[in-house]
């Protein structure tokens, strides 16, 4: 059973930092690729970051130079480090992997950042 549990979240002044964790069960995580979400209300989910089995990664252009998405095979975990948070970044933040052409997510983390 895959399980995504997101942590980390919380209340940061703009030009903060916070790191958010997303612990992975299974066997699948140091195979797949991990992606980091985010939805700020009335808004669509989009992509904040992604890194492949291999380690190679990709971010939204909105938060280049600021984020880094990061892996841990050996904790089954996914990291996001969020530096010169600005209030824009508040949102809902989701992991998500997909297994096989189905997609897992979890719970979310909520990062509100105050200007």
């Known amino acids: 059973q895959v399980q995504l549990v997101e942590s980390g979240g919380g209340l940061v002044q703009a030009g903060g930092s916070l790191r958010l964790s997303c612990a992975a069960s299974?066997?699948?995580?140091?195979?797949?690729?991990m992606t980091w979400y985010r939805q700020a209300p009335g808004n669509e989910r989009e992509l904040v970051a992604l890194?492949?089995?291999?380690?190679?990664?990709n971010y939204a252009d909105s938060v280049k130079g600021r984020f880094t998405i990061s892996r841990d095979n050996t904790k089954n975990t996914v990291y996001l480090q969020m530096n010169s948070l600005k209030p824009e970044d508040t949102a809902v933040y989701y992991c998500?992997?997909?297994?096989?052409?189905?997609?897992?997510w979890g719970k979310g983390t909520l990062v509100t950042v105050s200007s």
């Open positions: 890194i492949t089995s291999g380690g190679s990664t």
């Open positions: 299974g066997s699948f995580f140091k195979n797949r690729r």
């Open positions: 998500n992997t997909n297994i096989i052409g189905v997609d897992y």
